[in-house]
């Protein structure tokens, strides 16, 4: 696992070369917005029963079938295995999000989901609508605890949580 500072020094030394231009202002950004990164995993983490909630009712409701008999989230063990899942991704983005990189998340959370998922018969396209529906709530309360923030600062980061779901969602498609 890297964090932004290790990523950029080793993308640098493997083109023998320091750690400039763009690299440097994404360092620079990355070390200005390290208090509302702070701030957005707290509230994930305070939230994350409420976003998980919210993405499985709203997956249930646009599958109603996943809760009936053969369904899969029925019964309630299944349930319970589709809302750890959805704890375990979301609290990959909030590592992600304070690494300021994605690596994290790729390599120790979606690495292989999608075939672990495919033999367990689990449909892909509900669990990419509910990783699609707790980035959309979980960006929605970031832009209301994040209201004060520079827009400069603000708009980056919940673009930087949007990637971070949207490479969950593209790893199970």
């Known amino acids: 696992m890297l964090d932004s500072f290790s990523r950029a020094v080793l993308d640098a030394d493997a083109q023998t070369a320091y750690v400039e231009g763009d690299r440097l202002a994404r360092l620079r950004y990355f070390a200005a917005s390290h208090q509302q990164r702070i701030i957005a995993v707290e509230l994930i983490r305070q939230q994350a029963n409420d976003i998980i909630a919210q993405a499985i009712s709203a997956m249930v409701a646009e599958n109603p079938e996943l809760i009936q008999r053969g369904g899969n989230c029925y019964p309630s063990r299944r349930m319970a295995t589709c809302i750890r899942d959805g704890e375990f991704i ?72 949007a990637d971070y779901f949207e490479m969950a969602m593209t790893a199970l498609r």
């Not at 509900?126 to 004060?148: F, G, H, N, P, R």
């Open 90 to 161: 979301l609290r990959y983005v909030s590592y992600a999000l304070l690494a300021g990189d994605g690596a994290i998340l790729e390599q120790r959370c979606l690495e292989g989901l999608k075939e672990t998922y495919q033999t367990l018969g689990v449909p892909l396209s509900s669990a990419v609508a509910a990783i699609a529906e707790m980035k959309q709530a979980t960006l929605t309360q970031l832009d209301v605890q994040l209201q004060d923030v520079d827009v400069s600062l603000k708009q980056p980061l919940l673009a930087e949580v």
